[in-house]
């Protein structure tokens, strides 16, 4: 049996305002104008990544890849630098209830697309310090992904600033 919701005069008006919702599936509700010139890197121009944050806690590391990729296909020279909490992005042996398995859809998402920067040529580098702080062993590490000593971060800036890269760093608590 259905029961229907009792509603106040003011619930209604409200609901009445607009059309909820106003466009139907696959009905674009945002324009396509894309207001920049569409970039693509100059021979030897570089593009790193620093990202401090986990997966799951925000969208900020998943984006931070995600954004590696497309400047890896622009045809920068692109890497990764995951520290701190991020470097457990980089672990192959996420997952539940066993490695590898995801509890929800998406579990998973920052593995399997470091892998795909990975297999299109992207450099990872995740911080040793980051991993031991949260218990992780380099061993946890997805293959591919190249560890560094916790004095690499800073010197990995000066050496991306001194190529001219574009550092996007993120950071997230």
């Not at 569409?38 to 986990?54: F, K, N, R, S, W």
């Not at 890849?65 to 701190?84: M, P, Q, T």
């Amino acid at each position: 049996m259905a029961v229907e919701p009792k509603l106040s005069d003011q619930e209604i008006a409200s609901l009445l305002e607009i059309p909820h919702p106003s466009k139907g599936i696959g009905e674009s509700i945002y324009g396509a104008t894309k207001v920049f010139p569409d970039y693509q890197a100059e021979p030897g121009e570089t593009y790193l990544g620093m990202v401090h944050g986990i997966a799951h806690e925000s969208s900020v590391s998943f984006v931070a890849v995600l954004l590696a990729i497309r400047a890896l296909r622009k045809g920068f020279d692109s890497a990764l630098y995951f520290f701190g909490i991020g470097s457990l992005n980089c672990l192959a042996t996420r997952g539940f209830p066993t490695i590898g398995a995801e509890l929800f859809p998406g579990m998973r998402n920052e593995n399997s697309q470091l892998a795909k920067f990975l297999e299109e040529g992207g450099k990872v580098f995740a911080c040793r310090l980051g991993l031991a702080l949260h218990g992780a062993r380099e061993e946890d590490l997805m293959e591919g992904v190249i560890p560094c000593h916790p004095l690499d971060m800073q010197d990995a800036l000066i050496e991306y600033s001194r190529k001219g890269a574009v550092i996007n760093t993120t950071w997230m608590f």
